[in-house]
């Protein structure tokens, strides 16, 4: 990924100055963390004789979009299994793909056996009767193809960064960063997910309230911070919805309503108080900004 040139812009907020990695340039769907993710998961399917890719994802799933439009263009037959009904799905890339693309077949499973799937106690071959020479990709890459995959985000870090800021759902990214960053930079992920079943047990969890300088001060221990899920994926409440047009109308900066606003917000109002005598760095993980003109 080294060939890839990813921009870093400073937004002069009101209360700090933030730089912003812009994964989301790379492409306007494929690109993102997205791109960094599957790479792996595309290099094993080229090398290894796979007949097809299933995957999972919600309605709103960057993951399933990128992964989709990858597989439309090099006609690789995929099948999504999508958490909800048709009609709750709202990524305009994925109903561009589930209307025209004959590569792209979805199949719409309940929460409960969603959640299953995911959490490994259901098998998508079994319950769909899916050809086992499929290549299985889990929601969001949470695999080590997708963790490494993501470790090479930093690649684009400039070590004088010591603190790297980046949204969480599956937890992939994160744990990517973490593993890819130098010695001396801290990694904070922003919960964006309410009630976030993918992540608890797994990390460092600290909640919004009981941040303290020290906290921010100390080298080691990168932590997942909670407390500015706004409600889930499918609210978006008025203080974030005034927020993120703003940012958009006096700086030019894009963001989505489940991830990327969530985070800037975050930062920019309440934790940039903790970052003055840091050098702070967003990584924007791009995802579907103008979808449905919010």
Known sequence: MHEIIVPIRTYAFPKIKLDILHLNEIHPVTGGNKIFKLRYF???YAKENFSGIVSLGGPQSNHLAALGTVCHEKQIPCLFIIRGEEYGV?????KSLF??????RFYFASRTDFRNLYLGKLSPFDML??????????MG????EGERGASEIMNHVPDNYDVVFCAVGSGTTFRGVCTGKSRYQKIIG??????NQYIKGKYSLKDKNELSFEIF????NDFILCGYEFGGPGKIPQELL????????????????VYNAKCIYAITEHLFMYLQNHKVLYVHSGGMWNENKY
Do not use: Q
């Open 90 to 94: 709202k990524n305009f890339a994925l």
């Open 129 to 138: 009767n899916i050809p086992h020479d499929y290549l299985y990709v889990p």
């Open 141 to 144: 890459g949470d695999t080590e």
């Open 42 to 44: 595309l290099i094993k």
């Open 242 to 257: 005034l927020h993120k047009r703003d940012t958009e109308i006096s700086l030019g900066l894009y963001t989505d309503v």
């Open 217 to 220: 001060h100390k080298k080691e």
């Open 99 to 104: 209307s025209e693309s004959p590569w792209i």
């Open 190 to 195: 922003i919960n964006c997910i309410k009630h």
